[in-house]
């Protein structure tokens, strides 16, 4: 008779077992026998092609594992970071960060009831945009406003409410894909519209338009071109006549603004960018942009515009799909706020801040952080204070960059490995406690530093981690 081959299994203790040590019952303390449970079942699962070489201590191995496990499990997902990117409004990272008064005005809605969609004065059923309405009125010079999720959502369903089954007439310039499959004619199809594009990629003219208005036109469009831009022989009809071409006709012009801000951006040395009082100064009948653009603010999509349109928007169903939470509003209104006074708002608004920060202070900061750097990549790499231009990004002035300083970090390997070496430190700097984000370009990691507004706490991530 042969003997059984030994089971590997035989060393392992069992899952009962497991869930008696007294390390475990701590941690069902904390986290709950269900959960506990099922990550011991995955780390023996995962254990078990190793099992010879651990039966011994088995137990005791598990147990960190399990440990180890639910502390990454119990951590959030979503955390900070530091975006040294030099893309200021960074759609992967988050767009705008927002200013105290709004962080302050989340916290006073989030914990408690609210009259959100309660009229204190009346002691009837409110609206919720109504808590921003009057300020994007006031500050955009439109009769009436609406509010949702994002600017996607917004010219989605402005195109439903006014469009549904009938044409919208699009320049062919400006038939735009936004990244993260936003394309205009998709949306244009998902809203049930039809597209009628007109003109050519480079030109189109007002006799375009003039020529495609018939029966089934419902809408005028004019998408802003933000994240490109057509240059040379170009030529595209003015806001204004299109403004006075569709009024002629009885059908509504709507601009898309994308990003859209509401003060004159050249006042602190920034590329301008068109707003939404002169979009409407100029006739348009609708516009729409975003919160967390150029605005500074929460994610959202604003339509602001004719009362009458209006209120065929807020009362389209798609709307209830896309209106905004009770945290959003209390931020957006509190960012809305501080446009009252366009004097402070480069020291109130941080993405305005951000984007107007001159460069003279951006490379007296990179002298003063760079020591601290220096250190922690040791002979890894080697380290300089350079000059850099960031972008406002989002899509916003695709072409402006602005001058600004950061740290130029090009490791100390061969031609061969550079590029690993590069990876490697990239991944090293994602794995500090507050993970940095840098950019890599021409074989060097570039952290530009005009988004940094923690010095001490920055140079303490890199003094306290020890990394071989
Ligand atoms: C960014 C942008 C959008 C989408 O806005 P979100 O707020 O990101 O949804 C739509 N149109 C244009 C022209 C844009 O630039």
Redesign the pocket.
Known sequence: MRAAPRDARAGLPSVDRLMNRPEIVELIGAHGRSMVLSVAREVLAASRPQLEAVAADAALDLVQAIAARLQTLMADSLRPVLNLTGTVLH?NLGRAPLPPEALEAIARVASGASNLEFDLATGKRGERDDHVAQWLCRLTGAPASAVVN??????VLLLNALALRREVIVSRGEL?E?GGS?RLPDIMSRAGCRLREVGTTNRTHLRDFADAIGPQTALIMK?????YRIEGFTAEPDERELAALARSHGIPFVI????GTLTDLTRFGLPAEPTPDQALANGADLV?F????LLGGP???MLVGRADLIERIRRNPLKRAMRCDKLTLAALGAVLRLYSNPDRLIERVPALRQLARPRAPIEALAQRVGPAVARWLGDRAHLSIAPMFSQIG???LPLDTLPSFGLRIEPRATKRSAGSALGRLATQLRHLPTPVIGRVSDGALWLDLRCLDDEAAFVRLFETDITP
């Open positions: 759609t994002n600017n996607a959502a917004a010219v735009i936004l936003f998408v802003h071109a933000s994240n898309d603004l994308g990003s729409t975003s919160g967390d653009k994610q959202a999509g989002s899509g916003s």
